[in-house]
């Protein structure tokens, strides 16, 4: 079977193909918060930019530290749902609080919890997919996941640039990108909870 019919097979499946829109919506969120968070602390909070530029450091290392700490906890109860939705939800609050959240500590702290939850979301939705689509399609559906996520990069990106040029502030590309994670939380309520093992 060559690449392009697999992606016909996995695109049949609809719980795949919910997981590739939250997919799309995570990767590219995270990606506009760490290409413009530092100049929205300062324009939004004059938080300076140095100052800024720890929080979005903390917002990628707790973020490591989610990656290392989320997938654990999901392999030992077998539950990969529910952090999707913390995810998601978490991802939403933080964005809201990013917009009224007032002084360094506060947006550090709400910087270290978006981090954290939000960027953990993508091993778990990795190993999703395979859960999902099955062993015979894992790869595919692994590589189709991350070229979604690089096209939502690409795309996010220069459209909060460009809203943020129409209103001259970044308070409306914060709400673009937490409407999309609710979103993502009304999807992640609506797919089901895989398999517990690849299918074979």
């Known amino acids: 079977m060559t690449g392009w019919q697999g992606i016909k097979q996995i695109l049949k499946m609809r719980d795949f193909v919910i997981l590739g829109f939250i997919a799309l919506?995570?990767?590219?969120?995270?990606?506009?918060?760490?290409?413009?968070?530092?100049?929205?602390?300062?324009?939004?909070?004059?938080?300076?930019?140095?100052?800024?530029?720890?929080?979005?450091?903390?917002?990628?290392?707790?973020?490591?530290?989610?990656?290392?700490?989320?997938?654990?906890?999901?392999?030992?109860?077998?539950?990969?749902?529910?952090?999707?939705?913390?995810?998601s939800a978490v991802g939403t609050v933080s964005i809201i609080a990013l917009m009224v959240a007032k002084g360094y500590a506060a947006n550090m702290v709400n910087g270290i919890f978006l981090g954290f939850f939000l960027i953990s979301a993508l091993p778990i939705m990795l190993t999703m997919s395979a859960e999902i689509t099955g062993a015979r399609f894992a790869g595919i559906s692994v590589g189709y996941l991350q070229l979604l996520g690089n096209a939502a990069a690409v795309a996010i990106v220069p459209i909060m640039e460009s809203m943020r040029g129409v209103t001259g502030q970044y308070i409306l590309p914060l709400g673009f990108i937490a409407g999309l994670l609710g979103i993502s939380f009304i999807l992640a309520i609506v797919i089901r909870e895989p398999a517990r093992s690849p299918k074979s």
Do not use: Q
């Not at 602390?41 to 004059?46: G, P, R, S, T, V």
């Open 25 to 87: 919506v995570g990767i590219g969120v995270f990606n506009g918060l760490a290409t413009w968070l530092e100049k929205i602390l300062n324009e939004l909070h004059e938080i300076p930019m140095t100052a800024a530029g720890i929080i979005s450091a903390m917002l990628v290392l707790s973020g490591i530290l989610g990656c290392i700490v989320i997938p654990l906890i999901s392999d030992k109860i077998m539950k990969r749902k529910p952090f999707l939705l913390l995810a």
